[in-house]
């Protein structure tokens, strides 16, 4: 199979696409996932000449449906009998973006991989991965699949380094199958050239994600930074909810608006909790940040993208691996406290103040 070569970003040549199926983690309010669908989307009506495009989901719910409830296990909005209806209309199937080879992954999206790669055996049919990552913690039996339909795959787009060796190494996948490409985040078009950080005030974006393990110790530990640095530098925090879904057992926001409600009424002021409701909105306040402490990953993807100084705190391992290729400042999320994050920084404004 060939490839188009778009700006350092692969996709799959293919001739004949009518009806193209993409199954991933959408639709749950993650902006991440949404980021990576509008770059998949956009390449297929282009290089495809706008096939009908099917994303099989759950019926939407409201908006504010998650605020406040706590989840008892993951759940991820593909509707997978939606999806096996579908996948025998479709010429092209298409895994991903992200992590959907999680722990979480339900056994239907078991059988949809394994009838993926008899469909394309049986009917000439084509399925491809793109810009998916593949972690230490995916089940044996997914991986045991997974092995087979991968190597049937017409093209596996791996979106960072230690999926890319893990997939050649521990499932023996055929590396002429597989292309290292960038996180399809990286590659959202974003026309709006004109916003641009603050030079006379100090806009500090935090994102937040709700982790079980050292739930009021991590609590205690980004009060007392953010009362330190609002006393320090007088500065602005963005606090940013990038998932308000079901692939968290608690909504980003929840958390927001507790470390909110938990400050004293004299910091609050500083203390922006931003209403995210589209990408757009979004990237418009992102942009403004003059440094980030990411907990998302694609925020940390959005602040390279950017230009802007980041700290990653790291919980999973596609944290490691993309600070490992981008050369991140990272801290482990078990051995996180204010004082290591004051410490990280005051070296990223120093490093800055320097180069500048």
């Known amino acids: 199979m060939t490839s188009y070569f778009i700006d350092n970003l692969f996709f799959p040549k293919l001739n004949n696409i009518n009806n193209v199926i993409i199954i991933g983690n959408y639709n749950d309010g993650n902006l991440g996932d949404e980021l990576m669908l509008s770059v998949i ?6 290089y495809y000449n706008n096939p009908n495009i099917y994303i099989p989901i759950k019926k939407q719910l409201p908006k504010n449906y998650f605020d406040n409830r706590i989840h008892s296990k993951n759940v991820y909005s593909v509707n997978y009998l939606e999806s096996l ?3 025998f209309d479709s010429d092209l199937i298409i895994f991903g973006g992200g992590s959907i080879f999680s722990k979480d992954a339900s056994i239907p999206f078991y059988f949809i991989l394994l009838i993926a790669l008899v469909k394309k055996n049986l009917f000439k049919s084509h399925y491809f991965f793109y ?3 593949f972690s230490k913690s995916t089940p044996k039996l997914l991986r045991l699949i997974s092995k087979y339909t991968l190597n049937g795959a017409d093209g596996i787009f791996v979106r960072d380094y230690f999926s890319n060796i893990r997939l050649i190494k521990d499932l023996k996948i055929d590396n002429k199958k597989i292309t290292k490409i960038e996180d399809a985040g990286f590659y959202y078009e974003d026309n709006n050239n004109e916003i641009v950080a603050s030079d006379t005030t100090i806009n500090i974006g935090i ?4 982790i079980d393990d050292n739930k009021e110790v991590f ?16 500065c602005n925090i963005f606090l940013f909810p990038f998932c308000l879904g079901l692939s968290s057992k608690r909504s980003d926001l929840t958390l927001c608006i507790d470390i909110l409600n938990s400050l004293e009424d004299r910091y609050k002021k500083n203390i922006i909790v931003v209403p995210i409701s589209n990408i757009k909105e979004m990237l418009s ?10 907990m998302r990953y694609h925020c940390a993807v959005l602040a390279k993208k950017y230009g802007i100084p980041s700290i990653v705190i790291s919980s ?3 944290f490691d691996s993309f600070c490992f290729e981008y050369k991140c400042e990272k801290i ?14 005051e070296k990223l404004k120093k490093e800055h103040n320097d180069n500048n």
Not at 207 to 210: E, F, Q, R
Not at 219 to 234: A, G, M, R, S
Not at 332 to 345: C, H, I, P, Q
């Open 332 to 345: 482990n999320y078990s051995v996180l406290s204010a004082e290591l994050l004051e410490t990280k920084l």
């Open 131 to 133: 810009s998916i990552g």
């Open 85 to 87: 209806k579908k996948l």
């Open 285 to 294: 306040i992102f942009k403004r940040l003059n440094y980030v402490i990411c």
């Open 41 to 46: 989307t956009n390449l297929i009506n282009i």
């Open 207 to 210: 994102s937040l994600t709700y």
């Open 316 to 318: 999973e391992e596609k």
């Open 219 to 234: 609590i205690k530990n980004i009060l007392k930074f953010i009362n330190k640095i609002v006393e320090t530098d007088d």
